[in-house]
């Protein structure tokens, strides 16, 4: 089956780090650019960054350039998403997605709650 | 950054009517590079529409979409009970890559 499997929920306080992954199966990995996508409670879609699976390249959005690391394994064909120094305005649903003309598949979500 | 406007924001509806969501950029955006998404409440969205009109595999004849430059559209002859949910549009033209805020359809 063609999927993206993401880690589980996170519970963490704000200062600490963090990593999700999110796990590619049944298609050629290296294809397409995998991207991370972050949805607030309530609020709409925002693109964070993509990674190429074939060489490791990154691009980031100017809004979370500097704030969060995309990596990636690729004998596991993992992306990973990884916070230094987490904040409370961290707290949202982070999706991964991939695809050609358009994100035609999603992992499930992974919720981070950032609180103290 | 190209800022993609939706609207309404809120689209209260009867099924079997028919939905126009309206997403507006600020500069002109390559249609292959436009694209549609439906979320409903603890999902991850799904592609509707890519390259403004093309129908994802899967999608139902009764959405369609439409337009070029800056104005693009989003119609939904008849609204089955499945499709009131969150319609974002997206844009793949100019990076960063944005969406809209989304228009929501709910039942009337």
């Known amino acids: 089956e063609v999927q993206l499997v993401q880690s589980g929920e996170e519970v963490k306080k704000p200062g600490e780090s963090l990593r999700i992954s999110c796990k590619g199966s049944g298609y050629s990995f290296t294809t397409y650019w995998i991207s991370w996508l972050r949805q607030m409670p309530g609020k709409g879609l925002e693109w964070m960054g993509r990674?190429?699976?074939?060489?490791?390249?990154?691009d980031y959005s100017p809004s979370f350039q500097g704030h969060v690391t995309i990596s990636i394994d690729k004998s596991f064909t993992t992306v990973y998403l990884q916070w230094n120094t987490l904040k409370a305005s961290d707290t949202a649903m982070y999706y991964c997605a991939t695809g050609g003309s358009a994100w035609t598949l999603w992992g499930q979500g992974t919720l981070v709650t950032v609180s103290s | 950054e190209i800022v993609l406007t939706q609207s309404p924001g809120t689209l209260s509806l009867s099924p079997g009517e028919r939905a126009t969501l309206s997403c507006r950029a600020s500069?002109?955006?390559?249609?292959?590079?436009l694209v549609w998404y439906q979320q409903k409440p603890g999902q991850a969205p799904r592609v509707l529409i890519y390259?403004?009109?093309s129908r994802a595999t899967g999608i139902p004849e009764r959405f369609s979409g439409s337009g070029s430059g800056t104005d693009f559209t989003l119609t939904i002859s008849g609204l089955e009970p499945e499709d009131f949910a969150v319609y974002y549009c997206q844009q793949f033209s100019g990076s960063p890559w944005t969406f809209g805020q989304g228009t929501k359809v709910e039942i009337k």
């Open positions: 990674i190429a699976p074939g060489d490791s390249s990154t």
């Open positions: 500069q002109s955006v390559d249609s292959s590079r």
């Open positions: 390259g403004a009109s």
